[in-house]
């Protein structure tokens, strides 16, 4: 049977982590079909059919489905259903918010997160903050499945799958989109950076993220924070990284004034190495640290700025 | 308007769970439990609405066994007015809740239902959003910010890229980020006065929800672990190090 994958996207391109949907679906099954809805989303339908992996692209033009309304969407997605086997989508703020919705409307239950495709029913999910590895099952004749994008290689580039245009069910009149406050930022986004310097309740003020600013710039990171620095009003709320935040496994995780509970390190600790920065040789984020230093962050970090810039 | 809040027990957050010997799941025998931070402010936040004379009426639901009922004590003990129970031991999975809530949601009507984005057990992020769909209602997720007026509600939202800003239509399904607010603690006096509070225990067969779970759990496992590696003493050695011996920068 074929694999659904719906991608979110901005226009112009599907968001990076459909990439590796792609893949996710493609252990699921080998027929793999990515929806693309939106108003004006044919760049975007192109990209997804640009994917290795990718055997069509159906795209839905609607206004309706311009930004994403769960409300929306979900219909559509569910018209699409009987054609396929498995729903996928990313477990980033779209796939959470759409996916759950879906699945109620097929009456199937969902595996949320997965981060293994076992076998075309059987996926290994993360519980208790990826404090234990559940290994679920699903008899559903639909499986409703998000995957956690840093745990799937990402397609290549460089197919050509045709696009199919199929039309939009409009808007069903639930909800209305207003408008949005996006966090403005030419630094690589953190899921997909390669080195992420992060900061927590240490940097004691918005202002001493600047520090971790110049540090991430002078290495082309991505920036994020523990909850303590977001609930502190240091940084926005999409910085966060942890259980109920963004999930990363960059290259490099540099941890600098975050002490490391267990529900940020759910969020990064898969990262290839990790670094960490505290003035507390006790902090849980050094057992998770392949290199520490203990010590004064506002010393360590200009010293380490200034060393990372002389090659 | 009657606003109803779901209330889930779980593992304290604060106890380092302990996956099982026989890899079926994870000890929950003589560990704290509390109520999900999650609906936690989800309760909160109704509690506000009625403060604030947007609420008349705030139901308590949670699902599971007896000892939900303290569960569903202490958001009595935080303001909310009175309790339903559906009582099992069986297991429970997200679209089984979402079932249950949609048979007590047509029950007691409610103007608004709030739960909590996810549960920290479990970390499925479901429930609310299959309780809209069932109901045929909007869905608010992740909200960051809550206003309801005039057979509206105005949900700003935590995404990916920063805040959203959504306008839904009544009734609905919320779902609680954590800066929605910061939940209140029970006084002394409200404890007391919350064990006073009805609570009206149901079986799930009563509501006519086949609560048949649809994932089946093969097994439970602890994760890979992560060794603890070295301390370095000096922001060259650190650099040396990532350059020459990680080769990440």
């Given at each position: 049977?074929?694999?659904?994958?719906?991608?979110?996207?901005?226009?112009?391109?599907?968001?990076?982590?459909?990439?590796n949907?792609?893949?996710?679906?493609?252990?699921?099954?080998?027929?793999?079909?990515?929806?693309?809805?939106?108003?004006?989303c044919?760049?975007?339908?192109?990209?997804?059919?640009?994917?290795?992996?990718?055997?069509?692209?159906?795209q839905?033009?609607?206004?309706?489905?311009?930004?994403?309304?769960?409300?929306?969407?979900?219909p559509?997605?569910?018209?699409?259903?009987?054609?396929?086997?498995?729903?996928?989508?990313?477990?980033?703020?779209?796939?959470?918010?759409?996916?759950?919705?879906?699945?109620?409307?097929?009456?199937?239950?969902?595996?949320?997160?997965?981060?293994?495709?076992?076998?075309?029913?059987?996926?290994?999910?993360?519980?208790?903050?990826?404090?234990?590895?559940?290994?679920?099952?699903?008899?559903?004749?639909?499986?409703?499945?998000?995957?956690?994008p840093?745990?799937?290689?990402?397609?290549?580039?460089?197919?050509?799958?045709?696009?199919?245009?199929?039309?939009?069910?409009?808007?069903?009149?639930?909800?209305?989109?207003?408008?949005?406050?996006?966090s403005?930022?030419?630094?690589?986004?953190?899921?997909?950076?390669?080195?992420?310097?992060?900061?927590?309740?240490?940097?004691?003020?918005?202002?001493?993220?600047?520090?971790?600013e110049?540090?991430?710039?002078?290495?082309?990171?991505?920036?994020?924070?523990?909850?303590?620095?977001?609930?502190?009003?240091?940084?926005?709320?999409?910085?966060?990284?942890?259980?109920?935040?963004?999930?990363?496994?960059?290259?490099?995780?540099?941890?600098?004034?975050?002490?490391?509970?267990?529900?940020?390190?759910?969020?990064?600790?898969?990262?290839?190495?990790?670094?960490?920065?505290?003035?507390?040789?006790?902090?849980?984020?050094?057992?998770?640290?392949?290199?520490?230093?203990?010590?004064?962050?506002?010393?360590?970090v200009?010293?380490?700025?200034?060393?990372?810039?002389?090659? | 308007?009657?606003?109803?809040?779901?209330?889930?027990?779980?593992?304290?957050?604060?106890?380092?769970i302990?996956?099982?010997?026989?890899?079926?799941?994870?000890?929950?025998?003589?560990?704290?439990?509390?109520?999900n931070?999650?609906?936690?402010?989800?309760?909160?936040?109704?509690?506000?609405?009625?403060?604030?004379?947007?609420?008349?009426?705030?139901?308590?639901?949670?699902?599971?066994?007896?000892q939900?009922?303290?569960?569903?004590?202490?958001?009595?003990?935080?303001g909310?007015?009175?309790?339903?129970?559906?009582?099992?031991?069986?297991?429970?999975?997200?679209?089984?809740?979402?079932?249950?809530?949609?048979?007590?949601?047509?029950?007691?009507?409610?103007?608004?239902v709030?739960?909590?984005?996810?549960?920290?057990?479990?970390?499925?992020?479901?429930?609310?959003?299959?309780?809209?769909?069932?109901?045929?209602?909007?869905?608010?997720?992740?909200?960051?910010?809550?206003?309801?007026?005039?057979?509206?509600?105005?949900?700003?939202?935590?995404?990916?890229?920063?805040?959203?800003?959504?306008?839904?239509?009544?009734?609905?399904?919320?779902t609680?980020?954590?800066?929605?607010?910061?939940?209140?603690?029970?006084?002394?006096?409200?404890?007391?006065?919350?064990?006073?509070?009805?609570?009206?225990?149901?079986?799930?067969?009563?509501?006519?929800?086949?609560?048949?779970?649809?994932?089946?759990?093969?097994?439970?496992?602890?994760?890979?672990?992560?060794?603890?590696?070295?301390?370095?003493?000096?922001?060259?050695?650190?650099?040396?190090?990532?350059?020459?011996?990680?080769g990440?920068?």
């Open positions: 049977m074929a694999i659904l994958v719906v991608a979110a996207h901005d226009g112009k391109t599907v968001r990076a982590n459909v990439a949907a792609v893949t996710a679906a493609g252990q699921m099954g080998p027929d793999v079909t990515v929806l693309v809805a939106g108003s004006n044919a760049d975007a339908a192109k990209s997804a059919a640009a994917l290795q992996g990718v055997a069509k692209v159906l839905a033009e609607d206004a309706a489905y311009a930004n994403w309304l769960a409300e929306d969407i979900a559509l997605v569910v018209k699409l259903a009987p054609n396929y086997s498995h729903i996928v989508m990313a477990a980033d703020s779209v796939g959470k918010n759409v996916a759950p919705r879906v699945a109620a409307l097929l009456d199937v239950g969902q595996v949320s997160e997965a981060i293994q495709v076992v076998s075309p029913d059987t996926f290994v999910r993360p519980i208790y903050a990826g404090n234990a590895m559940a290994t679920v099952q699903t008899a559903d004749k639909i499986k409703v499945v998000t995957i956690r840093t745990n799937f290689k990402a397609a290549a580039g460089g197919g050509s799958a045709p696009i199919e245009q199929i039309g939009g069910d409009g808007a069903k009149g639930l909800s209305s989109y207003v408008g949005a406050e996006l403005k930022s030419e630094r690589p986004e953190l899921t997909s950076a390669k080195i992420v310097v992060s900061g927590g309740r240490g940097l004691a003020s918005g202002e001493n993220f600047k520090l971790l110049t540090l991430a710039d002078k290495l082309g990171a991505g920036l994020g924070a523990s909850r303590a620095a977001v609930d502190a009003g240091y940084v926005p709320n999409d910085y966060q990284v942890g259980q109920t935040g963004k999930v990363v496994a960059p290259d490099l995780y540099i941890a600098i004034g975050i002490s490391g509970a267990i529900q940020h390190l759910a969020g990064m600790k898969d990262s290839k190495t990790i670094v960490a920065i505290n003035k507390d040789e006790e902090a849980p984020i050094f057992q998770v640290a392949d290199y520490g230093i203990v010590g004064d962050l506002f010393q360590i200009p010293e380490l700025t200034a060393a990372v810039e002389k090659k | 308007m009657k606003v109803l809040v779901a209330v889930k027990r779980v593992i304290d957050y604060n106890v380092k302990r996956v099982k010997a026989d890899n079926t799941g994870v000890e929950t025998a003589n560990v704290k439990m509390s109520m931070p999650f609906d936690e402010i989800a309760v909160e936040e109704a509690i506000r609405m009625k403060e604030k004379g947007a609420a008349t009426e705030i139901i308590a639901f949670s699902a599971g066994p007896a939900c009922q303290e569960t569903i004590r202490t958001a009595l003990a935080m909310a007015d009175r309790g339903v129970l559906v009582q099992t031991d069986a297991e429970l999975q997200p679209l089984a809740v979402a079932k249950l809530l949609k048979a007590v949601v047509e029950k007691e009507q409610p103007g608004l709030i739960v909590g984005k996810q549960a920290i057990d479990d970390d499925s992020n479901q429930t609310g959003q299959m309780l809209a769909a069932l109901l045929g209602w909007s869905q608010g997720t992740f909200a960051n910010k809550l206003n309801v007026a005039d057979g509206t509600a105005e949900v700003k939202r935590e995404v990916d890229g920063g805040l959203e800003n959504i306008k839904i239509k009544l009734p609905a399904v919320i609680t980020d954590l800066r929605l607010n910061e939940p209140r603690y029970a006084s002394l006096p409200n404890i007391m006065k919350a064990k006073k509070k009805p609570i009206e225990t149901l079986a799930p067969e009563a509501l006519g929800v086949d609560i048949t779970p649809r994932l089946k759990t093969l097994k439970v496992e602890e994760p890979p672990k992560r060794k603890a590696g070295i301390k370095v003493k000096t922001v060259a050695e650190l650099v040396d190090k990532l350059r020459n011996e990680a990440v920068i």
